[in-house]
């Protein structure tokens, strides 16, 4: 009878208990939905394998877990593991890459789509029941709706999900040029990042968070933005200053839309709360990479590495 290595699972609510559920095939997991940082120890320190999405694992941490062997992040990102630490102690850390293109470039193309056509307000409209009042069968009002067509669409980060989302604005036949810190030569026309802001109808962000584009998007670059423009962020919470963004949009003509925060969740007085502002923004909880096939991929290669892991251990 085959003896399967102890695991530990110490975030399943991140991706769900249920898309974790295969990995009971491979290896003997205990499951918790959340784990605060002075859990992690005593719950695993039976573990030969660790899966996580964000929990945080120290030196500290590593130290005090003699017996684990493989941590699993169900995510691309590693920089919430100490990674030399882990090295140093013999323990393979194994993440999943790519998983999320697909649906971060859907999901962005779905923002895009949603408030140039002003989606949310017509639907608040119609379920309001000032529709229901109207003596006319539609609603012309004073929001502007636009095309992607024939605009032009800046994206800054040109990696795997940047380049998709250029062949979704490129088969709405939009025009597509890009910014990047490092010099990448392709199909589409690289602009500074002052003269994409200032001549692209769309921006969008797919840029990972780092000293180099932290606050990268502040008031100045707000301020440079096209009249009507809409910017949508789907890379990292910092990247856009986000009490700057909330200030301008009380009086520019500008919209946001954001799956990533500087703080997630992030505060109940939070600077988007603002009533005031509410019809220019589109926000969702940092699930652009959740779409139901991510999630399945993702799930799938964590179990890929287990027993890729399990196989060199024989």
């Known amino acids: 009878m085959e003896t399967f290595k102890k695991g530990v699972i110490l975030d399943a609510k991140s991706v769900g208990l249920k ?12 499951f918790y939905e959340v784990t605060s940082p002075n859990q992690i120890v005593e719950r695993s320190i039976e573990a030969e394998i660790m899966v996580l999405n964000k929990v945080v694992i120290t030196e500290e941490v590593l130290s005090q877990l003699p017996k684990l062997k493989l941590i699993c992040i ?17 323990i393979e850390v194994k ?7 697909e649906s971060v470039a859907q999901h962005t193309l779905a923002c895009a789509l949603s408030l140039l056509g002003r989606i949310n307000d017509y639907d608040r409209y119609c379920k309001s029941g000032e529709y229901s009042q109207s003596d006319i069968f539609t609603h012309i009002s004073g929001m502007k709706m636009g095309l992607i067509k024939g ?23 939009s025009k597509v040029v890009y910014f990047s810190p490092k010099d990448k030569k392709g199909e589409y026309e690289r602009l500074s990042l002052e003269e994409l802001l200032k001549t692209s109808d769309i921006v969008s962000i797919h840029a990972p968070l780092n000293e180099s584009t932290r606050d990268l998007i502040a008031l100045k670059e707000l301020q440079s933005l096209k009249e009507g423009a809409i910017l949508i962020n789907v890379g990292r919470g910092g990247i856009v200053n986000e009490k700057d963004l909330a200030l301008i949009l009380e009086t520019k003509d500008l919209y946001y839309a954001s799956d990533v925060f500087v703080k997630e969740p992030f505060e109940k007085d939070h600077a988007f709360l603002n009533p005031k502002i509410q019809n220019k923004l589109l926000l969702t909880p940092h699930i652009a990479w ?15 590495n287990i027993q890729d892991f399990l196989a060199s251990q024989k």
């Open 151 to 173: 605009g032009q669409w800046g994206v800054i980060g040109l990696g795997n999900i940047g380049k998709r989302v250029a062949k979704l604005a490129q088969a709405f036949e």
């Open 19 to 30: 898309a974790l559920e295969v990995l009971k095939e491979v290896a003997d997991f205990d």
């Open 95 to 101: 993440n999943v890459s790519a998983y999320s293109t």
């Open 74 to 90: 169900t995510a691309t990102g590693t920089d919430n593991v100490d990674i030399k630490s882990a090295k140093a102690l013999g």
């Open 290 to 304: 959740a779409y139901s096939d991510s999630l399945k991929t993702l799930v799938e290669k964590t179990k890929e």
